[in-house]
């Protein structure tokens, strides 16, 4: 049987093959829906994205540069105000933030 720091040394093995699937996966997105936009002259505003200016009315979002990833690949600057849900779950669990930090 594999002992903790061996099982541990997986694990963030396996977390970062994942997150490195992830990026190859999300590039290959990337450009698959830019060649469409520009196969069909779509714009982000046809999309309803945020306009020139960065935000859209109603809603703000930190500026800060986030700190902690989450299970599923959530970001979160850690910063003051509520924490999110997966932050509140880690936390309940009896895990440290700590883990997930970037």
């Known amino acids: 049987m594999a002992t903790y720091s061996e099982l541990m040394a997986q694990a963030q093995n396996l977390m ?7 990026k190859d996966e999300l590039a290959s997105v990337i450009a698959d829906i ?8 779509i714009t982000a505003a046809d999309l ?9 009315a109603g809603k703000s979002k930190s500026s ?4 902690f990833r989450g299970p599923n690949g959530e970001l ?5 105000g509520r924490k999110p849900e997966w932050v509140r779950a880690v936390l ?10 970037i």
């Open 92 to 101: 309940a669990s009896g895990k440290s933030i700590e883990d997930f930090r």
């Open 48 to 56: 309803g994205t945020a306009s020139a200016g960065g935000k859209k």
């Open 16 to 22: 970062a093959q994942a997150e490195q699937a992830r």
């Open 64 to 67: 800060a540069a986030p700190k």
């Open 34 to 41: 830019k060649a469409k936009m520009k196969q069909f002259g």
């Open 76 to 80: 979160w600057a850690g910063g003051p």
